[in-house]
C-alpha cells in the first residue's frame, strides 16, 4: 500500500495561498491522489482528485510532478473558514485497500 | 435531504456491552464503507461492501461484525466492547466499487465512547 506523510500542521493567514504537500513514494501505477477536507464534527468531504501533472476545480488545485511521488493542494486566497483537517488519499486500487494520509490541520487566522 | 446517514451520532456505553451503529445512503450508490478515526484523527477503513457483499476486511478484531441488508444500508455491530473501541466512526459510500478513481461519500460520523 502507498504509505503518505503529510505535515502535521499548517499556519497562514487570510487572503494568502496556502499549499499542502503530502509525499507518496511508492505510489502504485494506476492509483489516483484525492485530497478530502474535515471540518470539527463532520465526515471528510472531497476536495480534488488527479492522476498527473495539474488539476483545477473551484476551491482548489492539485499538482502532480512527473514521477508522482508527491502532490500538493493549492488553496488560493484562504478565509477563517477554510480551517481545518486535509487528508491526502492515495490509491483506491488493490481490492480497494486505500491510505489516508495522517492529516494536516490548517489554521487560518485573521 | 442527507445524503449519507448514521445513527446514533453519539453512544456512550460500558465495557463488555454490546452496540450497534447504523448507516443508510440515498445516493444510490453501489459501495459502502465503514471507517475508524482515533483520537489522533487516523482514518482507518474497516469494511466494505459491494451490493451486500463484502469486499474489504481489514484487520478489525471480530467482535466488529458489519451487515447489509441491502445496497442503501451497512450497519456496524459490535459485541464486548473494549475501552480503545472509543472512537468515530464514519460510514462512507462510493458510486462504484474501489476503484482507480472515485469520490467517498462520508456520514456525519457517530462517535462512541465507552466506559
Known amino acids: 500500500l502507498a504509505k503518505t506523510t503529510q505535515p502535521i500542521s499548517m499556519d497562514s493567514y487570510e487572503g494568502q495561498e496556502v499549499n499542502i504537500t503530502c509525499s507518496h513514494n511508492n505510489i502504485a501505477t494506476n492509483d489516483y491522489i484525492t485530497w478530502y477536507q474535515q471540518f470539527p464534527s463532520q465526515g471528510p468531504r472531497f476536495i480534488i482528485q488527479?492522476?498527473?501533472t495539474k488539476v483545477t476545480n473551484e476551491v482548489a488545485s492539485l499538482f502532480i510532478p512527473a514521477d508522482r511521488k508527491s502532490s500538493t493542494l493549492s488553496l488560493p486566497r484562504v478565509s477563517l473558514s477554510d480551517t481545518a483537517v486535509y487528508y491526502c488519499?492515495?490509491?483506491?486500487?488493490?481490492?480497494?485497500?486505500?491510505?489516508f494520509g495522517d492529516g494536516t490541520t490548517l489554521t487560518v487566522k485573521p | 435531504d442527507t445524503a449519507v446517514s448514521q445513527t446514533p451520532k453519539y453512544l456512550v456505553t460500558q465495557m463488555g456491552n454490546d452496540k450497534s451503529i447504523k448507516c443508510e445512503q440515498n445516493l444510490g450508490h453501489d459501495t459502502m464503507y465503514w471507517y475508524k478515526q482515533d483520537s489522533k484523527k487516523f482514518l482507518k477503513i474497516m469494511f466494505s461492501?459491494?451490493?451486500?457483499?463484502?469486499?474489504i476486511n481489514e484487520t478489525v478484531p471480530n467482535r466488529f461484525s458489519p451487515k447489509s441488508p441491502d445496497k442503501a444500508h451497512l450497519n456496524l455491530h459490535i459485541n464486548s466492547l473494549e475501552l480503545g473501541d472509543s472512537a468515530v466512526y464514519f460510514c462512507?459510500?462510493?458510486?462504484?466499487?474501489?476503484?482507480?478513481?472515485?469520490?467517498?461519500?462520508f456520514g456525519e460520523g457517530s462517535r462512541l465512547t465507552v466506559l
Open positions: 461492501y459491494n451490493n451486500k457483499e463484502l469486499i
Open positions: 462512507a459510500s462510493s458510486l462504484r466499487p474501489p476503484g482507480n478513481t472515485g469520490e467517498l461519500f
Open positions: 488519499l492515495v490509491g483506491f486500487t488493490n481490492a480497494g485497500k486505500s491510505t
Open positions: 488527479g492522476y498527473k
